[in-house]
T-cell receptor, first 110, second 116 residues
Framework: DAKTTQPNSMESNEEEPVHLPCNHSTISGTDYIHWYRQLPSQGPEYVIHGLTSNVNNRMASLAIAEDRKSSTLILHRATLRDAAVYYCIPVNSGNTPLVFGKGTRLSVIA | EAGVAQSPRYKIIEKRQSVAFWCNPISGHATLYWYQQILGQGPKLLIQFQNNGVVDDSQLPKDRFSAERLKGVDSTLKIQPAKLEDSAVYLC??????????????FGSGTRLTVV
């Protein structure tokens, strides 16, 4: 499994953009980069995923470095409900178990 | 679409007692996973089922943990006897076989187990 490195914690003011980085220098060429988040007292939930191109959805944007050794999850306007632990996970095939690291704990300040 | 259902939501038991957790995955999801999440850590895979067969149970402490998925739908995870270090949240997840359907992994809210 590809190893990932994320900051332990980050803090953001409400309604400001947040950039959550992830290093995955050992990622293979066929690994998709998935981001999940875990709200307090909930199971992880899907946020976004991508392979090479930048991706956008209603929750967030994913910027993937050209060499694919790092990626950044972008929350365009953080809200209090975005306070969670965010996990960056390389995944190489369907139905492969997600392997979680420690993730980044995001705090949002009103 | 209904989510992954888990019960109970909370459980407190004494060490050496037994406990069982139940999971009902999303309809049509052939793959089911059980994870253990200790406070402050990311979830750790315990076992993966494909339909009613075990795909990976290499991280399941088989001397005390067991799991089954009869008929390829619901699943139960059992601990017997429980130890203090088993205190954790037990998460169930299910996924589709279609790839690369990234949002195909869906987690339940988990069962928080406290062993005293």
């Amino acid at each position: 499994d590809a190893k990932t490195t994320q900051p332990n914690s980050m803090e953001s003011n409400e309604e400001e953009p947040v950039h959550l980085p992830c290093n995955h220098s050992t990622i293979s060429g066929t690994d998709y980069i998935h981001w999940y988040r875990q709200l307090p007292s909930q199971g992880p939930e899907y946020v976004i995923h991508g392979l090479t191109s930048n991706v956008n959805n209603r929750m967030a944007s994913l910027a993937i470095a050209e060499d694919r050794k790092s990626s950044t999850l972008i929350l365009h306007r953080a809200t209090l409900r975005d306070a969670a632990v965010y996990y960056c996970i390389p995944v190489n095939s369907g139905n492969t178990p997600l392997v979680f690291g420690k993730g980044t704990r995001l705090s949002v300040i009103a | 679409e209904a989510g992954v259902a888990q019960s109970p939501r909370y459980k407190i038991i004494e060490k050496r007692q037994s406990v069982a957790f139940w999971c009902n995955p999303i309809s049509g999801h052939a793959t089911l996973y059980w994870y253990q999440q200790i406070l402050g850590q990311g979830p750790k895979l315990l076992i993966q089922f494909q339909n009613n067969g075990v795909v990976d149970d290499s991280q399941l402490p088989k001397d005390r943990f067991s799991a089954e998925r009869l008929k390829g739908v619901d699943s139960t995870l059992k601990i017997q006897p429980a130890k203090l270090e088993d205190s954790a949240v037990y998460l169930c997840a299910s996924s589709l076989e279609v790839w690369p359907l990234g949002y195909g992994y869906t987690f339940g809210s988990g069962t928080r187990l406290t062993v005293v």
